[in-house]
């Protein structure tokens, strides 16, 4: 059916959008035969790996800035944050991730046991942040057919619900005289609906834009992966800076464990930042190679009914500040990261120096008590023989016995310990 539908292009179709949300042999082989996709394009959509093992054979190769604008397909790889009231929950989703056809991690950093106990939140709810792709691949317009682009997005499991409900993709400003019929609850869109509407709301002048410069068929994508991008940084700002509140509070590191737990929330967050990074550095680069063509490429078309419109910046250019801001905030949530390991390493060493002094201290107060016990013990054997004596309290000389006793006694234990343990003292 679908097949079928892609063969009959109606004539008065200008562009054509195809959106898919999950992959299968069969939707491959119904969209890759028809419109002659390269296969690559869905390989790169599948998988979802930051490094590769040695022996793997499904490694898929990095493409070449340089051949960008001869490219017909982008992908770019994003965060999604999502919230799970409990455990129970969380496995739900995993189980129902496990049966999609790409593969997605509702935990890719790691970071959802560790952050839980910092939430002002009940006790069972997390927080995952899952790595997520969107791809997409157009075909120029010709004398036989229009614009054809496919989306390739993620499918979005059911358990659990977006964090802060959900991004705002409404277009425009939201006026009471914008209202619709019937909106649909908060957070119950999934990402293929996100797309679905961003997609359906083109204007007349943006399908001609499309038209005219092909490769602007990504922007209401790269648009609605930008805003998840914001959502997460906000979440992350929001985490390490009660981190560093945490850290700051007097009677923080009372507790050993504190700094172990500080450590623990922030590592996973600083191992993959500089993945994060290089995601948003590549989309930036990619963007801002292409933006040249197609900005030269509609200019030309467009300036006689749209010369009022063509005057403000229009493109993929357009996104290129909005990449920027989260490379920038990206590097600001990593600074203070290395910044609170670096504190939290600080007041670790600052901890075991006076965990040092403390013990140092103790092994004084027991050397002490230890040459006391030596310097007695003698005296305490001549007190114990003499008290043998039936006559000892009565006899004249109990008291020089005593110290003519204890006293060699003393020096011989003494001089023993001192050559049974040289240098060491007593």
Same mark, same amino acid.
């Given at each position: ?72 397909c982008m992908n770019f790889a994003f965060l999604r ?96 005289s914008n209202f619709v019929g019937q909106a649909q ?9 996100? $797309?679905?509407?961003?997609? #359906?709301? *083109?204007? +007349?002048?943006?399908? %001609? ?6 490769? &602007? ?34 009677? $923080?590191?009372?507790?050993? #464990?504190? *700094?172990? +737990?500080?450590?623990? %929330? ?6 993959? &930042? ?41 493109? *993929? ?92 006694l003393t020096v011989i234990v003494v001089s023993l ?10």
């Amino acid at each position: 059916m679908l097949r079928d539908t892609i063969s009959v292009v109606p004539s008065e179709c200008k562009l054509r959008i195809i959106i898919a949300e999950d992959l299968s042999r069969d939707v491959i082989e119904a969209l890759g035969v028809p419109l002659n996709l390269d296969p690559r394009f869905f390989r790169q959509h599948i998988d979802d790996y930051l490094f590769y093992e040695s022996e793997v054979p499904w490694v898929t190769h990095p493409n070449l800035f340089s051949e960008a604008k001869k490219q017909s397909c982008m992908n770019f790889a994003f965060l999604r944050a999502r919230y799970y009231a409990s455990d129970a929950e969380f496995q739900a989703a995993q189980r129902q991730s496990g049966t999609f056809n790409v593969l997605r991690r509702l935990d890719s950093d790691r970071s959802r046991s560790g952050m839980r106990s910092f939430h002002s939140l009940s006790e069972p709810a997390s927080i995952g942040l899952a790595r997520s792709k969107v791809t997409t691949w157009f075909e120029k317009a010709n004398d036989m057919k229009p614009v054809i682009a496919v989306i390739l997005c993620d499918p979005t499991v059911t358990p659990g619900k977006p964090l802060w409900k959900e991004i705002d993709i409404a277009q425009g400003e939201l006026r009471p005289s914008n209202f619709v019929g019937q909106a649909q609850p908060v957070g119950e869109k999934s990402l293929c609906d996100h $797309f679905t509407q961003a997609y #359906g709301s *083109l204007t +007349l002048y943006e399908v %001609r834009h499309i038209s005219a410069s092909t490769q &602007m068929i990504a922007q209401p994508a790269l648009n609605i992966m930008i805003k998840e991008w914001l959502l997460v940084i906000q979440y992350m700002t929001a985490q390490v800076g009660r981190m560093e509140w945490e850290f700051q509070r007097p009677s $923080f590191a009372e507790n050993s #464990g504190d *700094l172990a +737990l500080l450590a623990s %929330r922030a590592f996973p967050w600083r191992r993959t &930042m500089k993945f994060y990074k290089n995601w948003v550095r590549d989309i930036l680069d990619h963007i801002s190679i292409i933006a040249t063509k197609e900005n030269h490429t509609g200019a030309n078309l467009l300036v006689d009914s749209f010369s009022t419109n063509m005057a403000e910046p229009n493109g *993929l250019q357009t996104v290129i500040p909005d990449l920027q801001c989260i490379l920038r905030r990206l590097d600001e949530i990593s600074e203070l990261i290395e910044r609170l390991s670096v504190m939290a390493s600080s007041a670790g060493s600052l901890e075991e120096a006076r965990r040092s002094r403390e013990a140092l201290q103790q092994n004084r107060s027991l050397g002490l008590l230890s040459f006391l016990a030596t310097i007695f013990l003698p005296l305490n054997f001549a007190t114990s023989f003499l008290s043998m004596s039936p006559n000892f309290s009565a006899s004249q000389n109990t008291f020089w016995l005593f110290f003519a006793i204890g006293i060699p006694l003393t020096v011989i234990v003494v001089s023993l310990i001192r050559f049974l343990r040289p240098g060491r003292g007593l």
